[in-house]
């Protein structure tokens, strides 16, 4: 199970870093980058079936064919623990080391969203506000961890419920009865 679990949850994790880190590379070229969060909620939840597809390997090849609801789920709970958790590693370095100055593009392009919607002053006023307590919070690494774990791992755990219910397959029963 422990080497099923880490290639799939390892696997997601590499790709769901590898789009998250080039998004934030992009708004860092250009605050005024039109995001698309359809496009990578989509993104998310097709990186993350990788879930299903491990513990349905897992239960084909390790378990006969038969898995429990229980099973399933812790087995989608590790990978998506380890896919997260490589996410916020990555981003740690990322955000640290290449762009600590990230948070300043980001407020950038939530400021330029707000005022080419159509915000009015007072919104934009408490948009400002309200970005430079993001900001604030930000300095904290253990918000930084905090709040990048929370950007995936509830999908993750979505697609591994989900994953639980469809894949669950009980053994036959022999027993005969009269």
Not at 147 to 159: G, H, L, N, R
Request: charged content about 15%; proline content about 2%; glycine content about 6%.
């Amino acid at each position: 199970m422990k080497k099923n679990i880490w290639i799939f949850g390892l696997i997601a994790g590499t790709l769901i870093s590898a789009i998250a880190n080039y998004m934030a590379w992009v708004c860092c070229a250009n605050p005024e980058f039109e995001t698309n969060d359809f496009l990578g909620y989509t993104a998310m939840l097709v990186i993350f079936s990788l879930i299903f597809v491990g513990i349905r390997n897992y239960r084909n090849h390790y378990l006969g064919g038969q898995i429990t609801f229980g099973q399933a789920l812790k087995a989608g709970f590790f990978m998506s623990l380890i896919a997260s958790t490589l996410y916020v590693l990555v981003w740690l370095v990322d955000y640290y080391v290449f762009i600590p100055d990230y948070i300043d593009y980001y407020v950038s392009h939530v400021m330029y969203k707000t005022k080419t919607g159509g915000a009015t002053e007072a919104e934009l006023a408490e948009t400002a506000k309200s970005m430079a307590n993001f900001k604030e919070m930000y300095k904290n690494p253990l918000f930084v961890i905090i709040s990048t774990f929370v950007e995936v791992f509830p999908i993750a755990m979505i697609v591994s419920l989900i994953s639980a219910l469809i894949l669950k397959r009980k053994a036959n029963s022999n027993v005969v009865t009269g």
